[in-house]
């Protein structure tokens, strides 16, 4: 019965480990997703695996061992619960692939949707790891935050990429 799996990367080796499981004959789903990075040159988009130093593959134990897996090059080996291969149901493979845009495998992150007054972290960039309170969209792509700074409330524009609906 064939089975999804996780497979641990060395890291930055996604794509190497996925190019040579697939010359293995392994069904392979490497998602990855588009951000866009400040850098000295200005904004840059920079493509980069959704799941850091993780791949997954799919596989009929009944059909091919995983054994060659560990031994794959970028691979570290399967993602083990109790000395057994950790399934990933087909449930969630099917959610990142309704994802996905094109051939290329990158996957589409809605923005979360946002009302004034309520509680959001940043999850990127000087900021991330505070929480603020969204005020109002700034554009379609930009959001105006009331933040607790040295004490006194400020308000800022920061990207919509940026932040998570706070739980």
Known sequence: MEAWYAVQTKPRAELIAREHLARQGYDCLFPRVRRHLRTAEGMRARIEALFPRYIFLRNDAGLQSLAPVRSTRGCIGLVRFGGEPA?????????IRARLEGDDGVARLDAPTLVPGQQVRITDGPLAG??????AADGRE????????LGQPRETVLPLTQLAAHV
């Open 142 to 149: 930009r959001v105006r935050l009331l933040l607790n700074l």
């Open 130 to 135: 505070l929480t603020a309170v969204f005020r």
């Open 87 to 95: 399934r990933v149901p087909d449930s969630v493979i099917a959610s």
